[in-house]
């Protein structure tokens, strides 16, 4: 009990001298020679999705169809043209630290004539060549097409172009009549077969005809084995954007807010059957206001679900959510960009989404280091307790105009670990989320997340949260924003030195006299891993900060 209390005063009295000091902390008087992060792409099948910026990146009109829900698809599709993506202020100038490790996914339009209609006839979807009259740059056959709209997306720095598809075949269900399996079979092989050749790594499989049927999309994702071994193939569970909430193409709502009661539990034992054959499943579209508890309560049921069946070896996409993709083991799917714009009435992005890049480049960064691994190769555990967001929708604010003026919540695990014990959270008041897990290759990460309130709106709970990382070579990304963390290694460690990076940056920093090392014990106050998480911001980016440290002999 003396010790403990011994320790304590201790504890508190090096807290406080740290905040005193990192207030006053020179970077540049502790910038060592060591960068920590590779300089070679990942391996992870991160993509940036051209669907965020078809709908916000346009104008007010186009604006009013995504937020307002007065159009459909076809207006959307029209804005994805070569200009819009390649031009001189394209959308594929973002991300430029990091596009070697993201393909570019050409969502809804890439493959449909600019004044094409298709919302009452979804059958035109899916033919797979590219509308050259909004790509001009692709001429020739259909292989060659798609050819040089990779060549495209390589010639701007990304590792390659994606293609989004409908969960049919082109023509299918024209004149309410469905081809049959030998046709479908047919046309996928041929599809399967102008990817390998063009070089296309990654099928996007979305809404259409047989989106619900499982049978289709195993024959798809056998396929491209059989004709495109390189081709990555991403399969879904097209549902509404609320876990149990109400919309109109899902089942009827219990409205607990929570992913493993939906569809009284059908939902989810559906990801689950994906799982078991598919190398991607996307977690699906959410609301920008609730998309931290909807997401994560999605990736963490799955993940337990199938924890530790070492088989399971698909990877979970949780889309626009790159801290939670990069400290969870999964993929992302992102889809912010600068060139979104504001228009008054519309508060679509109300987290400034349009001024948080350096998020994608920490999150995709981290992953060179920590590369996402299938859903059943690490033992996930989630804390009993939950905690609940809620949103008041009003009209502008989202697409889903069924809601407005109508108040929902969601909720998720406050504590989600993956191969880890639970950690220690203290907060005074309701906590954030707090999420960690430790790679196969010994790599741990951590974040923390900010809440949403009807009442409160957006706030941001600091916690305290210690953390058993047992081996403490490798190296450990801090995520987010914090009172305090606590890193409990397996060995004595006071000898050492900590090292530590913006996970956006190059240069690192010895921070050992910032902190407090005792024992087996890392001591962090969250003022330094806000400063040194921040120190390569990118002017006027609005990021939350992301670290990597690794203990130095």
């Not at 060591?34 to 104008?59: F, R, V």
């Not at 394209?90 to 298709?118: C, H, R, T």
């Not at 998020?359 to 995709?364: D, G, M, S």
Request: proline content about 4%.
């Amino acid at each position: 009990m003396i010790k403990c209390l011994l320790f304590s005063i201790i504890a508190l009295f090096s807290f406080t001298k740290c905040k005193q000091t990192t207030k006053e902390l020179d970077l540049s008087k502790s910038i060592t020679n060591l960068n920590l992060i590779p300089e070679k792409s990942g391996t992870t099948p991160n993509y940036w999705c051209t669907w965020g910026s078809q709908n916000y990146a346009i104008d007010s009109i186009t604006l009013a169809n995504s937020t307002f829900g007065v159009g459909g698809h076809s207006i959307i599709a029209a804005k994805l043209t070569e200009k819009n993506v390649f031009g001189e202020k394209g959308w594929a100038k973002a991300f430029k630290k990091v596009q070697k490790d993201l393909y570019i996914m050409f969502d809804v339009g890439w493959d449909i004539p600019e004044k094409e209609n298709f919302d009452d006839n979804r059958w035109k979807l899916g033919s797979q060549i590219v509308a050259t009259d909004k790509f001009p740059s692709c001429s020739g056959s259909s292989v060659e097409k798609l050819k040089k709209l990779n060549e495209l997306t390589k010639a701007a720095g990304w590792r390659g172009a994606g293609i989004w598809i409908p969960a049919h075949a082109y023509l299918d269900n024209k004149n309410n009549k469905l081809l049959s399996h030998t046709e479908l079979e047919k046309f996928f092989t041929e599809k399967a077969k102008w990817a390998n050749e063009a070089g296309i790594e990654y099928w996007k499989v979305d809404y259409g005809t047989r989106g619900g049927d499982l049978e289709f999309r195993k024959m798809l994702t056998r396929i491209a084995k059989e004709n495109a071994p390189k081709l990555y193939v991403e399969h879904a569970r097209g549902g509404g954007p609320l876990n149990d909430w109400d919309c109109p193409w899902d089942c009827p709502s219990n409205h607990s807010g929570e992913f493993s009661k939906w569809c009284d539990g059908s939902t989810l034992d559906n990801c689950v059957k994906i799982t078991e054959f598919s190398q991607i499943l996307r977690t699906y579209d959410v609301t920008t206001y609730l998309s931290i508890p909807t997401t994560l309560d999605r990736v963490s049921q799955i993940l337990a679900k199938v924890s530790g069946k070492s088989e399971n070896k698909c990877i979970l996409n949780c889309e626009d959510e790159p801290y939670l993709a990069a400290t969870l083991n999964c993929m992302m799917g992102i889809m912010r960009n600068p060139a979104w714009i504001k228009v008054s009435g519309y508060n679509y992005d109300p987290l400034n989404m349009n001024k948080r890049s350096d998020e994608v480049i920490r999150a995709v960064r981290w992953q060179r280091i920590a590369p996402a691994i299938g859903a059943g190769e690490a033992t996930t555990m989630l804390s009993s307790s939950r905690l609940t967001d809620s949103w008041l929708i009003k009209r502008g604010d989202s697409w889903t105009s069924w809601l407005f003026n109508k108040e929902v919540k969601q909720s998720a695990p406050a504590i989600v670990a993956k191969n880890l014990a639970l950690p220690d959270v203290k907060c005074d008041g309701e906590p954030p989320y707090i999420i960690v897990s430790k790679q196969p290759n010994g790599a741990v990460a951590m974040a923390s997340f900010i809440r949403h309130n009807t009442k409160k709106g957006f706030y941001y709970p600091l916690a305290e949260v210690s953390l058993e990382i047992g081996d403490c070579s490798m190296p450990v990304a801090i995520f987010g924003r914090f009172k305090q963390v606590k890193l409990i290694a397996n060995k004595q460690i006071e000898n050492c030195k900590i090292i530590a990076q913006d996970l956006a940056g190059d240069s690192s920093y010895d921070i050992t006299k910032f902190i407090q090392i005792s024992g087996q014990i890392i001591v962090l106050p969250g003022e330094l891993i806000e400063k040194i998480g921040l120190s390569a911001a990118t002017l006027n980016d609005e990021s939350e900060p992301g670290m990597v440290l690794k203990v130095a002999d």
